[in-house]
């Protein structure tokens, strides 16, 4: 486990672990953990909606693991509040999606922020964060599987560059290399 990972944890076992509970602060957390959740599109939904299974796996992992860094926000660890600190800064400078024009969507701006914001020594994520947190967040093996692979992907900017058979062509916009291949 990462070390900031491990601080986390660290307080989470210690916050469950405390004899005293706040029963109005734990409603109100409960709460608001039920309503995150109610907002994730499940794999299932996604392709009943028209998405290709792979892009709505893709779909539901994304928004599974912003309700669990945003469910994150609620630990106080001291670690934890640069990684939000630094989001909410790069939120208010680039508003993705908002007015004014921003050239970054949503979506971009989260893949940016959940895989490729790192801090600390071992250069943590929050999805290498949440990974390392699976004990506590109760993941199966598929789906830390599958933020693995996201993890390890990452944004680039690609020109299109044709078409052969069932492959997309594309370029790199930023790199030398003449063509990669996206299977469709």
């Not at 492959?167 to 030398?176: A, F, G, I, P, Y």
Request: glycine content about 4%.
């Amino acid at each position: 486990m990462r070390k900031i990972a491990a601080k986390v944890s660290k307080r989470i076992s210690k916050l469950s672990a405390s004899k005293i509970i706040d029963l109005n602060e734990y409603r109100r957390q409960k709460k608001e953990t039920e309503s995150l959740f109610d907002d994730i599109m499940t794999a299932e939904t996604a392709i009943q909606t028209g998405y290709d299974p792979l892009h709505a796996i893709y779909i539901h992992t994304q928004n599974l693991l912003s309700v669990l860094t945003e469910a994150l926000q609620a630990v106080p660890e001291p670690a934890l509040n640069r990684f939000f600190d630094t989001i909410a800064s790069a939120d208010e400078l680039y508003m993705p999606s908002g007015p004014p024009m921003s050239p970054l969507t949503t979506s971009y701006f989260n893949c940016w922020l959940l895989f490729d914001l790192k801090f600390g020594l071992d250069q943590e994520t929050l999805t290498t964060l949440t990974i390392d947190l699976q004990r506590h967040l109760g993941l199966d093996k598929n789906t830390l599987a599958v933020m693995q692979s996201m993890q390890e992907s990452r944004m680039g900017m690609y020109e299109f560059m044709g078409r052969e058979g069932d492959k997309v062509l594309l370029r790199e916009l930023t790199r030398q290399e003449a063509y990669g291949e996206v299977f469709l």
